[in-house]
């Protein structure tokens, strides 16, 4: 198969169509995505891409899962809170590397089979550590939704600017009517963006699950 500049590309698949999706997203979002847009992109006709996929729905759960892909479930021996602490460091890292895949999955579940590795290999680990499967349920949602709300409501490329808007908007604010977030400005600016504010919502549920655990075990928390 060629491009429309003859330069000579992998053949026609799935896994190609989604993957030419996924990069077109990235620069222009998922609403710019259509099948038409996508044949001119991979150099072939618009109906050709309706023998792999039946809408665009279908392929933008396609994009989705292939994003979901570049994240490792390979797991050290380390205890199980560090464990699954990588898996939701690498899960922001996906999300922030793909905003519109990631604006996307708000309207649908994260059913796809690449996407539910990570889901399978929290679960191995929450299990593994002595959880219940409804305690373990439960966790890895609660830690799934707090790291992709981090991630949608972040900016990872200028964390720096947002402080300086939110220093800017607090700053603003009449102290009579708003006495404590005027007297918390930097305080304020400084937890809404960046690796630091990501990891103490982090460390603070995985310090309630290892409590919960120990109340469930009999274990004290480590």
Do not use: C
């Amino acid at each position: 198969m060629s491009n429309r500049s003859g330069e000579r590309r992998e053949p026609l698949s799935r896994e190609l169509i989604a993957r030419t999706a996924l990069a077109l997203a990235d620069r222009e979002g998922f609403e710019r995505v259509t099948m038409r847009r996508l044949a001119r992109e991979l150099g072939v006709g618009t109906m050709t891409l309706y023998g792999y996929f039946r809408d665009k729905e279908e392929l933008v759960d396609a994009a989705i899962d292939a994003a979901s892909r570049e994240q490792s479930v390979a797991l050290s021996d380390e205890s199980w809170r560090e464990r699954v602490g990588s898996l939701m460091r690498g899960l922001r890292s996906v999300l922030e590397a793909h905003p519109s895949g990631m604006r996307a999955r708000l309207g649908r579940p994260l059913l796809g089979p690449e996407a539910l590795r990570v889901t399978e290999a929290a679960m191995q680990v929450l299990l593994g550590a002595g959880f219940s499967r409804e305690e373990a349920a439960r966790a890895y949602r609660a830690l799934f939704v707090y790291t992709f709300g981090f991630a949608a409501f972040s900016s990872p490329d200028d964390p720096e600017e947002t402080r300086r808007r939110t220093r800017a908007a607090l700053a603003g604010l009449p102290s009579s009517e708003y006495p404590e977030l005027t007297r918390s400005i930097d305080e304020a600016a400084e937890a809404m963006a960046g690796d630091a504010q990501f990891e103490y919502g982090l460390e603070r549920i995985l310090d309630g699950l290892e409590v919960a655990l120990a109340a469930a075990t009999g274990d004290p928390p480590r």
